[in-house]
C-alpha cells in the first residue's frame, strides 16, 4: 500500500514568493494532518481536516497560510507571501480514526 | 495544559544498553499515549502506544511505563541497538477527542554507539 505522498520533497524559494505543499492521504482514511517540523518549536499541528471539512486550524501561524482539501485524496498548504522564518519541514499525516497517524516524508522548505 | 514535557533533549547510549526518555503532561483530559520514532529524512512513525488503564505495555525490546498518580510516562529500550538511533517523540491526546489530533513532546535525539 502507498503511503502518505508529499510533494515536493524540497523547496527553496525566495522571499516573497508563494510556496504551495502537497499531500495524498492514504485511501480510505479520512482525517488529514499537517504538521510544521523546527528545532526550536519541534511538531506544531498547523490544521486538520476531518472528511475533507476543516476542523481546527488554530496552528496556523497568520493569514499567510492557508490549506484546502477539495477531495479524500488531496490537500495543500499555501504560503504566501513566504517569509525564511517559515523554513521547516512540513508534513502531513492521515488516519482512518484508529488513533496511528501515518506521515509522509514531509517537504523541507527553505526560504531566502 | 495542554503540554507534554519530554527529556532528555539528546541521548547517548552504548550498545547493549538501556535508553529512557521520559515524558510529562499535565491535562488529564489525556488517556491516549503513544511514541513516535523518527529518522532522519524520514516522518514519523508509530512505536508503540499505551493507555492508562495499564502501567506497563512492552512490545518487544521497547517498554511503555506510565504513572497516572504522577501524569508520567516513559520509554525504556532495552539491549539497545544503533539501528535504534533516531528521534523519539512522546505524545499524548484525549482518547474521545479527534483521534491523531496529537500534542506531541520537543523530541530526544538518541544516538546508540557501537
Known amino acids: 500500500d502507498a503511503g502518505v505522498i508529499q510533494s515536493p520533497r524540497h523547496e527553496v524559494t525566495e522571499m516573497g514568493q508563494e510556496v504551495t505543499l502537497r499531500c495524498k492521504p492514504i485511501?480510505?482514511?479520512?482525517?488529514l494532518f499537517w504538521y510544521r517540523q523546527t528545532m526550536m518549536r519541534g511538531l506544531e499541528l498547523l490544521i486538520y481536516?476531518?472528511?475533507?471539512?476543516?476542523?481546527?486550524d488554530s496552528g496556523m501561524p497568520e493569514d499567510r497560510f492557508s490549506a484546502k482539501m477539495p477531495n479524500a485524496s488531496f490537500s495543500t498548504l499555501k504560503i504566501q507571501p513566504s517569509e525564511p522564518r517559515d523554513s521547516a519541514v512540513y508534513f502531513c499525516?492521515?488516519?482512518?480514526?484508529?488513533?496511528?497517524?501515518?506521515f509522509g516524508e514531509g517537504s523541507r522548505l527553505t526560504v531566502l | 495544559q495542554q503540554q507534554v514535557k519530554q527529556s532528555p533533549q539528546s541521548l547517548i547510549v552504548q550498545k547493549g544498553g538501556i535508553s529512557i526518555i521520559n515524558c510529562a503532561y499535565e491535562?488529564?483530559?489525556?488517556?491516549?499515549f503513544p511514541w513516535y520514532q523518527q529518522f532522519p529524512g524520514k516522518g514519523p512513525a508509530l512505536l508503540i502506544a499505551?493507555?492508562?488503564?495499564?502501567s506497563e505495555k512492552k512490545e518487544g525490546r521497547f517498554t511503555i511505563s506510565f504513572n497516572k498518580s504522577a501524569k508520567q510516562f516513559s520509554l525504556h529500550i532495552m539491549d539497545s541497538q544503533p539501528g535504534d538511533s533516531a528521534t523519539y517523540f512522546c505524545?499524548?491526546?484525549?482518547?474521545?477527542?479527534?483521534?491523531?489530533?496529537?500534542?506531541f513532546g520537543k523530541g530526544t535525539k538518541l544516538s546508540v554507539k557501537p
Open positions: 491535562n488529564t483530559a489525556f488517556d491516549y
Open positions: 505524545a499524548a491526546n484525549p482518547w474521545g477527542g479527534s483521534q491523531g489530533n496529537l500534542i
Open positions: 499525516a492521515s488516519t482512518r480514526s484508529t488513533g496511528e497517524l501515518f
Open positions: 485511501s480510505g482514511h479520512n482525517s
Open positions: 499505551i493507555r492508562p488503564d495499564v
Open positions: 481536516f476531518n472528511n475533507n471539512v476543516p476542523i481546527d
